[in-house]
């Protein structure tokens, strides 16, 4: 006889369901064609979001090169990139040219097209009003939305979504493709923490076809059952558990229908197998499944490079080719899509302007960040350049910061993705955007 779920699994099961929303795993391999889940995903007329956090603090002096300045040399006489035109260097270590001033490490090579399709803005000198370089003060006061580590306690992310909340958002609408739920996303109205897309699913025990009597029905799909008697339960009563349940039952829908393990990527894409590229096919997956996504937080780790950073080869550099190579095939993967999606590149702070007896830099103040998308204004270098000279150093020692990073956040937030009360996301800070977003479609 075929046995349905007992109480005891349809309890531990919508228990299951509830925790899912908040914790699950992504790291995924695909989606199918495009499914349209809510008419809501349908009209959206603002861009995907995508942050992906740069932990450990990147060295911007490094990744984006001010090798006009004589200073950045004298500084880093071991670290230092070539000049562009420096035809001594091997080509692995000259820094590839952007505007005459600034440069790219060659391990970013592969997004100097986007640069030139100005689909790719470089910010230099940015970063947050803590001045203790630490890692953990420096990563709350920006995932919190702060000058520094005092004020609000909720993730900047966060108060955007729940700013701009509508009754038919998508379940999937937030997504953390990473292990843990990042402090931006504190307080957000639905978000869920995933590592495989493809594990992302209703686990219920299966039944044994130990004892069937030749020629009887098989067993019951127990998880069509489990996932029948939830939406039941769930359905008849109005309060927050059952909404949580609710909407996690339909993300389970939805990733189901993707069908993620039979994804493919656009022809001649390519992704590395290092978690950001993992990262990234997923989030791409999600994008073109129209789902509808609105945010997708992801992060890399390994930045803090205190000993033996590198130069051509090494952490650094290892780290830039691997996150370059991403990028690249995650714009490819999406081809017009990037239309409406922006991505944003960010680091808790940059590293000292000078290097260490360890060959490596240590914490410092104002680093270099990226984004790219079809709506922004790009093929240019954002900067306030403060200098190097000892005397124009933040303390003598850091580049200093002159781009608040909440004004680059405000930029894509109004422009892009359709904020209209940016106090709310950013309390007490009077905003000045540097203009890198265009405003609505394009």
Request: charged share 20%; proline share 5%; glycine share 12%.
């Given at each position: 006889?075929?046995?349905?779920?007992?109480?005891?699994?349809?309890?531990?099961?919508?228990?299951?369901?509830?925790?899912?929303?908040?914790?699950?795993g992504l790291h995924s391999t695909s989606c199918l064609a495009s499914i349209a889940l809510s008419p809501g995903e349908k009209e959206r007329t603002h861009d995907t979001l995508v942050v992906i956090f740069l932990r450990g603090g990147a060295d911007g002096l490094n990744i984006v090169p001010?090798?006009?300045?004589?200073e950045y040399y004298r500084l880093r006489p071991m670290l230092s990139l070539a000049h562009p035109n420096d035809r001594r260097a091997s080509v692995t270590g000259r820094t590839v040219d952007l505007d005459g001033k600034f440069g790219l490490h060659p391990a970013l090579s592969p997004l100097?097209?986007?640069?030139?399709?100005?689909?790719?803005?470089?910010?230099?000198?940015?970063?947050?009003?803590?001045?203790?370089?630490?890692?953990?003060?420096?990563?709350?006061?920006?995932?919190?939305?702060?000058?520094?580590?005092?004020?609000?306690?909720?993730?900047?992310?966060?108060?955007?979504?729940?700013?701009?909340?509508?009754?038919?958002?998508?379940?999937?609408?937030?997504?953390?493709?990473?292990?843990?739920?990042?402090?931006?996303?504190?307080?957000?109205?639905?978000?869920?923490?995933?590592?495989?897309?493809?594990?992302?699913?209703?686990?219920?025990?299966?039944?044994?076809?130990?004892?069937?009597?030749?020629?009887?029905?098989?067993?019951?799909?127990?998880?069509?059952?489990?996932?029948?008697?939830?939406?039941?339960?769930?359905?008849?009563?109005?309060?927050?558990?059952?909404?949580?349940?609710?909407?996690?039952?339909?993300?389970?829908?939805?990733?189901?229908?993707?069908?993620?393990?039979?994804?493919?990527?656009?022809?001649?894409?390519?992704?590395?197998?290092?978690?950001?590229?993992?990262?990234?096919?997923?989030?791409?997956?999600?994008?073109?499944?129209?789902?509808?996504?609105?945010?997708?937080?992801?992060?890399?780790?390994?930045?803090?490079?205190?000993?033996?950073?590198?130069?051509?080869?090494?952490?650094?550099?290892?780290?830039?080719?691997?996150?370059?190579?991403?990028?690249?095939?995650?714009?490819?993967?999406?081809?017009?899509?990037?239309?409406?999606?922006?991505?944003?590149?960010?680091?808790?702070?940059?590293?000292?302007?000078?290097?260490?007896?360890?060959?490596?830099?240590?914490?410092?103040?104002?680093?270099?960040?990226?984004?790219?998308?079809?709506?922004?204004?790009?093929?240019?270098?954002?900067?306030?350049?403060?200098?190097?000279?000892?005397?124009?150093?933040?303390?003598?020692?850091?580049?200093?910061?002159?781009?608040?990073?909440?004004?680059?956040?405000?930029?894509?937030?109004?422009?892009?993705?359709?904020?209209?009360?940016?106090?709310?996301?950013?309390?007490?800070?009077?905003?000045?955007?540097?203009?890198?977003?265009?405003?609505?479609?394009?």
């Open positions: 006889m075929n046995k349905l779920p007992t109480r005891r699994e349809v309890l531990s099961g919508a228990m299951l369901a509830a925790a899912a929303g908040a914790a699950a001010p090798y006009f300045e004589d100097l097209p986007l640069y030139k399709q100005g689909q790719m803005a470089v910010l230099h000198a940015v970063g947050s009003g803590d001045n203790t370089r630490s890692h953990f003060e420096a990563v709350a006061a920006m995932e919190t939305g702060n000058a520094r580590n005092v004020g609000a306690s909720s993730g900047w992310l966060a108060r955007h979504l729940s700013a701009t909340m509508r009754e038919d958002d998508s379940p999937l609408r937030t997504v953390a493709i990473t292990e843990t739920m990042p402090d931006s996303l504190r307080g957000a109205p639905t978000a869920a923490a995933l590592l495989h897309l493809s594990d992302y699913r209703l686990e219920v025990p299966s039944s044994s076809n130990r004892g069937r009597k030749p020629g009887t029905q098989p067993p019951v799909d127990r998880s069509l059952a489990m996932t029948s008697t939830l939406r039941t339960l769930y359905g008849s009563d109005q309060n927050s558990l059952s909404t949580a349940g609710k909407n996690t039952l339909d993300a389970l829908d939805a990733v189901k229908r993707l069908d993620p393990a039979h994804y493919r990527p656009a022809r001649g894409v390519s992704y590395n197998t290092e978690p950001i590229g993992l990262g990234l096919k997923q989030a791409a997956c999600l994008i073109k499944g129209r789902v509808g996504l609105e945010v997708a937080c992801l992060e890399m780790q390994g930045w803090d490079t205190h000993v033996t950073q590198g130069k051509e080869s090494g952490f650094q550099p290892t780290r830039l080719k691997e996150l370059g190579g991403a990028l690249a095939a995650f714009c490819t993967d999406i081809g017009t899509q990037l239309q409406g999606v922006t991505v944003v590149v960010m680091t808790e702070f940059g590293r000292r302007a000078y290097e260490n007896t360890g060959l490596g830099t240590d914490h410092g103040r104002g680093g270099a960040w990226f984004v790219i998308g079809g709506g922004i204004r790009g093929g240019k270098v954002y900067t306030r350049w403060p200098g190097l000279h000892k005397s124009q150093l933040d303390e003598g020692n850091d580049l200093k910061v002159t781009t608040d990073y909440r004004d680059v956040l405000a930029d894509v937030l109004v422009n892009r993705m359709g904020a209209t009360n940016l106090n709310a996301v950013f309390p007490d800070h009077a905003v000045h955007l540097p203009g890198l977003a265009h405003s609505g479609n394009v």
